[in-house]
């Protein structure tokens, strides 16, 4: 059952504190997103890479956040320092080789205090 | 700027009625147009798709309409049933561009009552 994960499910932070959130998308999928859902906004396109490498990051606070692939089986997403306004829920999605349908993670929600 | 937008934040409905959810974008370059469910604690899950070139495409209970004249979709879903309670999201891509990127709406929550 190929699915894409996230880890952790769940995190509460300081204000100040890095986080880094981790996805490993589904095996043979050679691009990968990043979204944030807030009540506001919906779900933000953030960041995403095909073949590892970025694409568009636009999305992204350049300042406090950054996407990487150290490889083809994980994708980071890094908030240094995070803000209270960093709060949501971030998503992982992830992409076949030519195919428009986007499977997503199970989030991340993070808290920032 | 809102390419996608769902001007309805949610919908109730009786079960065993339709639920139509609508979505309009402005982008005339978007081509393929997906709709994903969204359960609480959970990632959306894709629902069902429909490419320019058509104007309908039917899933059992579920079916998408597109009317691009008007730059409006819809998803209908019959008979609705509880277990369809759920935060609904268009979203769009210009697969011209070969990005994959695409652009969703903020949702509609739908409840659907026994």
């Known amino acids: 059952d190929a699915r894409v994960t996230q880890t952790p499910r769940d995190k509460v932070t300081e204000m100040g504190q890095e986080v880094t959130m981790r996805c490993q998308p589904i095996l043979g999928h050679n691009t990968v997103f990043w979204y944030r859902q807030t009540m506001m906004q919906g779900l933000e396109l953030l960041a995403y890479?095909?073949?590892?490498?970025?694409?568009?990051d636009s999305g992204m606070p350049k300042d406090r956040f950054s996407a990487e692939m150290p490889d083809a089986t994980l994708a980071t997403l890094k908030i240094q320092p995070s803000e209270p306004r960093d709060s949501a829920v971030y998503f992982c999605a992830s992409a076949g080789p030519g195919a428009d349908t986007q499977y997503f993670g199970p989030g991340t929600r993070l808290t920032v205090l | 700027d809102q390419q996608v937008k769902q001007n309805s934040p949610s919908l109730s409905v009786q079960e065993g009625r339709i639920s139509i959810l609508n979505c309009d974008y402005t982008n005339s370059m978007f081509d393929y147009f997906l709709w994903y469910k969204k359960y609480p604690a959970e990632g959306p899950t894709f629902l069902i798709s429909?490419?320019?070139?058509?104007d309908k495409n039917e899933d059992g209970r579920f079916t998408v309409f597109l009317n691009k004249s008007a730059k409006h979709l819809s998803l209908h879903i019959v008979p609705s049933q509880p277990g369809d309670s759920a935060v609904y999201f268009c979203?769009?891509?210009?697969?011209?561009?070969?990005?994959?990127?695409?652009?969703f709406g903020q949702g509609t929550t739908l409840q659907v009552k026994p």
């Open positions: 979203a769009a891509s210009d697969s011209s561009g070969n990005t994959g990127k695409l652009i």
């Open positions: 890479f095909r073949n590892r490498a970025p694409l568009d």
């Open positions: 429909i490419s320019s070139i058509k």
